[in-house]
């Protein structure tokens, strides 16, 4: 589906192509890149609206074929059940394969440890890094967005990674006109990311135009919240509240979707695709900066993050 | 931001590079750009303006916004490339901020590769310098179709008219010189707001755009019909299931121009000629479909096409050669030197090379050139001469900047090494300035 543009002098370009045309077009064709040039390609999915964004994007550059990758999600064993649900859907609609690197699992057998914080975001790390391995995979997919933090303002869109996922900012290839080189020796890989150049707004536009089915949790619904660091976290098994929180009812919904114990809910009575865009067109906080609690630790939180082997 | 949903989805993408350094007041004016256009939230503003007083800054530092990395942060200098988003009801914008030092030229060449519109800062009170030809060369090089030249500053010379149309006019001409084919000089002060995003009331004199009103409107596709088609096969889709038995669909983004069904078209490097069965636009099947689309298209007769293939009209396909000349950008901190084997990326096909030349090196600032220097090292720009394994269908890079570019590759450890853009330097012919700093004809101007 295509927007016809009108340019501003009010006559019709018939060679122009709405900007969710060209950020669609240009995503596609980082997908079929990678299919040309990897093996082993997998997206991450964790059911959240950037992942159902590539996904939907994948589906879209391959048909009528189904897509050539797999998909892997790194469970924290703090999930949504809306959004496992969904996930699940999903996988058995499309006919996908889909792996499961489960943080719960490494906390079990002694490999990781439970942070005093009872967040497990930065626990991902390492499941997900062996799950590289393990699988050979070579490219994996990441739904990141530049817009999202400063130190994701200066990722590549293929960023090349040790064979323990580390990045380094200094080691980052020139990425110029649309030549990606994913080129890579063995043990390392590529992670991709094919909406780079995606703003929030974009991917709230382009799931309205394009239909897309999201987690309920995404709209206002009414839901048993506590205030942490300025944040309605959902209490839960993961350990919230503590015992000095006050639990109360609020009609909330989510912008961000990860681990329960560091994505807050905001305050929203948006039920509608179109009450959402509406909603994030006049917010002044960003994404992150209203919904996630490890970001908000230091001004490097996420280049240290992504250094050691985050997504 | 009052728009409807449908306002805002009709809006077109322009991708635009700034280039020039802090004292040029550049983080003022992206920061005023994106402040102005209140794509600046709260949150970040107060991370800034904490992040500011750390350091001992009074004023929120509006560099901090996209200084991204601990280092860049640290040393107060932007490195790399910083994208940023910002719209406004009419444009989605997206700014490649780039540093403006000569060590930096391979982060200003990686944003102008993909910039529809370059902004040049120069400050009134210095006019045009020695950097400003650099960034001027680097937009003429890169083929960037519009210039900006901001003069910033204005408050600092009484916003006196004379001061700018000098400025304006020398560069100018040095950027016309170079085949820039369209400037626009805007007299700006980033600091104090004037012609950025609201117009002037100090400058009565000027009655252009401001900035922000100039890349809203500024067309950021030129004519279609006048290019030359283009497609590069990425992937081959053969479902093979029940439902699609003979489906056989060559996916890619079309790189330049446009297609119909119906037209035909010779499949390079084979050069057989067949006829477009079917172009599918993600979803629907189309008549025509234009760059920069990503598609299928499907072909009449079932032949031999696969991924690094070229799709090109019949009657305007390009040359197919094994010999490259070209002005490259050299971007690795390892050098490029004569007899090197290489990788060379074209597109969606890559292929061994070699080095065979290094005719000459150049000076972005004077336009002065090197004969011979034996090595390009790290944002040298030069003249190469590449021999590949295998035929290349390549266009020279002043006709079609995605079918005309490439990339060397060092094999051993998969390095980015060179920016490459095949065919003559500059667009323009000599003009008596730029001639005077060239020693012979080597860079067609």
Known sequence: ?311 | MNTTTEQLSATTLLRFATAGSVDDGKSTLVGRLLHDSKSVLTDQLEAVALASSNRGQEAPDLALLTDGLRAEREQGITIDVAYRYFATPRRRFILADTPGHVQYTRNMVTGASTAELAVVLVDARNGVVEQTRRHAAVAALLRVPHVVLAVNKMDLVDYAEPVFAAIAEEFTAYAASLGVPEITAIPISALAGDNVVEPSAHMDWYGGPTVLEHLETVPVSHDLTECHARFPVQYVIRPQTAEHPDYRGYAGQIAAGVFRVGERVSVLPSGRTTTIEGIDALGESVDVAWAPQSVTIRLADDIDVSRGDLIAPADDAPAVTQDVEATVCHVADQPLTVGQRVLLKHTTRTVKAIVKDIPSRLTLDDLSQHPAPGTLVANDIGRVVVRTAEPLALDAYADSRRTGSFLLIDPADGTTLTAGMAGASFAAEADADAAASADDAEWDF
């Open chain 1, 1 to 311: 589906m295509s927007t016809v543009v009108t340019v501003p002098d009010g006559t019709v370009n018939p060679y122009a192509l709405s900007h969710l045309d060209s950020l669609e077009s240009e995503a596609v064709h980082i997908f079929r890149e990678v299919a040309g040039e990897f093996e082993r390609p997998v997206i991450l999915f964790s059911g959240g609206k950037d992942s159902i964004l590539m996904l939907h994007l994948a589906l879209k550059a391959f048909a009528p074929a189904p897509i050539p990758f797999t998909l892997l999600h790194v469970d924290t064993g703090h999930n949504f059940p809306e959004v496992l649900d969904y996930r699940d859907r999903t996988v058995e609609k499309h006919g996908l394969r889909l792996h499961v690197a489960s943080v719960q699992e490494y906390i079990d057998a002694g490999k990781l440890r439970e942070r005093p914080d009872g967040t497990r975001n930065p626990l991902q790390t390492v499941p997900l890094t062996e799950a590289i391995q393990q699988h050979r995979f070579d490219a994996v997919f990441g739904g990141g967005r530049r817009d999202e933090e400063k130190a994701r303002a200066k990722e590549r869109v293929f960023s090349l990674r040790d064979e323990f996922s580390q990045w380094d900012p200094r080691r980052q290839r020139p990425e110029l006109w649309q030549l990606y080189n994913g080129r890579h020796a063995a043990g390392e890989h590529v992670r991709v990311f094919p909406i780079s150049n995606w703003t929030e707004l974009d991917v709230w536009q382009y799931i309205e135009r394009e239909g897309i089915e999201l987690p309920e949790i995404y709209f206002a619904h009414e839901r048993e919240v506590f205030s942490r660091s300025g944040m309605w976290l959902t209490a839960g098994e993961w350990g919230g509240p503590k015992d000095h929180e006050k639990v109360e009812t609020r009609r909330v919904r989510y912008r961000t979707v990860g681990d329960m114990s560091c994505t807050g809910a905001v305050d929203s009575d948006a039920t509608t695709l179109d009450a959402v865009i509406t909603e994030i067109a006049a917010s002044r906080l960003t994404e992150r900066g209203a919904t996630r609690a490890d970001d908000k630790m230091s001004e490097a939180a996420m280049e240290d993050r992504k250094r050691e082997g985050y997504f």
